[in-house]
């Protein structure tokens, strides 16, 4: 079995994978704060109590926070006796990196572009709804170009709440109206309804570049929030597919 680890800025997400299968997955919120002995006796006792922890051979790490990438690498040695294939720029890939600078590509948006390229017919624009949202761009010849990042839902909610008096801090929820009667349902309609305009236009924008209709897939926690507001539907909708890509990855170079 393969472990898999997603470390993004605002969780960390766990995936055991037997053969092509997740057959468990978790969530937890990410600390740069914790030690690596920390993470290392959550992560043997969670996998103990889910009768997993004598069955996992490898590991992989696909991580956003340099603070974390050799903490987790450690405590999965030290605890659970595995060595980690992290995920760069550097390995061997299904996707040719086509942009300015590989190196400054996050590994999500490798695993995403990875991920997209081997289940789904290009050219793909990935959707990423995490801490922030993210493009991930494979085109016609297999080539992953680049893609768009801006500000996440929940980074847009804290700042109005944060950076003015008297807007309340909400959670993130599909609004039943564009014109809001309170202000709850005005800051949701200008953070989900206006999100969801974002990215009308520019999977249109997109698709002009690149000369053709894309694919358009959907992943991260906020996904199923905004799939009901677009004009232009996603196509698929894979809260998996930075798990799965890291898998495929691993694979590739294994």
């Keep these: ?7 993004g800025n605002t969780n960390i997400t766990l995936g055991v994978f037997d053969n092509d299968k997740i057959v ?5 919120a990410t600390s740069i704060n914790r030690t690596e002995d920390e993470y290392g006796v959550f992560l043997k006792n969670l996998l103990k109590e889910n009768d997993l922890d004598k069955n996992i051979t490898n590991a992989v790490i696909c991580s956003v926070v340099v603070q974390l990438t050799e903490k987790i690498e450690i405590a999965l040695k030290k605890y659970l006796k595995l060595n980690s294939f992290i995920i760069t720029h550097k390995i061997k890939t299904n996707v040719v990196l086509k942009t300015n600078n590989p190196s400054q590509i996050g590994a999500d948006r490798i695993a995403n572009a990875a991920a997209a390229s081997k289940l789904y017919s290009c050219p793909t624009i990935v959707v990423d709804f995490g801490t922030a949202t993210s493009f991930d761009i494979v085109d016609k010849n297999n080539e992953f170009i680049g893609g768009i990042i801006t500000a996440g839902m929940k980074i847009q909610a804290e700042a109005l709440s944060s950076k003015t008096s008297k807007l309340p801090k909400l959670n993130i929820e599909t609004p039943t109206h564009t014109i809001g009667r309170n202000t709850i349902e005005a800051m949701l309609s200008g953070i989900v309804k206006g999100h969801a305009t974002m990215i009308d236009g520019l999977v249109t ?3 002009k570049e690149l000369g053709q209709k894309a694919t358009i897939i959907a992943t991260g926690g906020y996904s199923s929030v905004i799939c009901n507001l677009l ?9 998996d ?4 890509g890291s898998k495929i990855l691993f694979d590739l170079n294994n």
């Excluded at 079995?1 to 470390?7: E, P, S, T």
């Design 24 to 28: 468990q997955s978790w969530r937890l």
């Design 1 to 7: 079995m393969l472990l898999v680890i997603d470390i």
């Design 241 to 244: 597919l930075t798990l799965i």
């Design 205 to 207: 924008e997109c698709e």
């Design 231 to 239: 004009n232009r539907k996603f196509d698929h909708i894979n809260p």
